[in-house]
């Protein structure tokens, strides 16, 4: 598998284009997939739930210029993965993860977080705005948005919508500095909307591809 991707390890200034051929990044993906869930005792099974969302999914990330083939979908934006509970939102994300790692490509690496731990964070801390800023800047990958509580603001005028202030912030580093920002969520545009108001959930259709990954529940 090394061999195969041995164009990935390049210096990142020499990349351009698709970090690999296509089926040769699909193939390197699966095999990563496979071994992943079977270390969760699971098998990883393309089907008709998401098979069409595992073709962008790798497209996307190989930096393959047929995944803008519908308007508002851009290799420039981040990636807002939507669907029911245990579909494989997040474990997609970590495969990507597992292959920056094991084949050392930066591109493909980024920090993930819970959106939770991050009000935890900032409920714990005095200095709320330095969480604010910390978690606005730079490439991120916020798991489970919608699943967070309110922070606790008790030195300043109690509750507040984290993820508020911090979308909107990146979404202003976006349009300024091109930051990318990945979401795993169970919430579909509306609810995102009804939850976080229509100022974010506006930016959102900017600063996002949208990709719905659907099906029946695959953990056990």
Request: glycine fraction near 6%.
């Amino acid at each position: 598998m090394k061999k195969e991707l041995s164009g990935l390890v390049k210096n990142e200034k020499e990349i351009k284009g698709p970090l690999c051929e296509p089926d040769v990044f699909k193939k390197v993906f699966f095999k990563m997939a496979q071994d992943f869930y079977a270390n969760t005792n699971l098998d990883f099974e393309v089907d008709g739930s998401n098979k069409s969302f595992l073709q962008h999914f790798c497209k996307y990330w190989n930096r393959d210029m047929a995944f803008e083939v519908l308007e508002n979908i851009s290799l420039g934006k981040g990636l807002l993965v939507f669907g029911p509970y245990g579909t494989g939102k997040t474990s997609s994300f970590q495969i990507i993860q597992n292959m920056a790692k094991h084949y050392q490509v930066r591109e493909l690496w980024f920090p993930t977080i819970s959106t939770q731990e991050v009000v935890a964070k900032f409920n714990l801390e005095r200095n709320k705005e330095e969480v604010i800023q910390y978690y606005s800047k730079g490439v991120f990958m916020f798991d489970d948005l919608g699943a967070e509580t309110e922070g606790n603001n008790i030195y300043q005028y109690g509750k507040e919508k984290v993820f508020v202030r911090i979308l909107l912030n990146r979404y202003r580093n976006f349009e300024s500095l091109g930051t990318k920002t990945h979401i795993t969520t169970n919430l579909n545009l509306s609810q995102i909307e009804q939850r976080y108001g229509k100022q974010l959930s506006d930016r959102f259709i900017k600063m996002f591809n949208l990709l719905k990954l659907d099906g029946p529940s695959r953990r056990k």
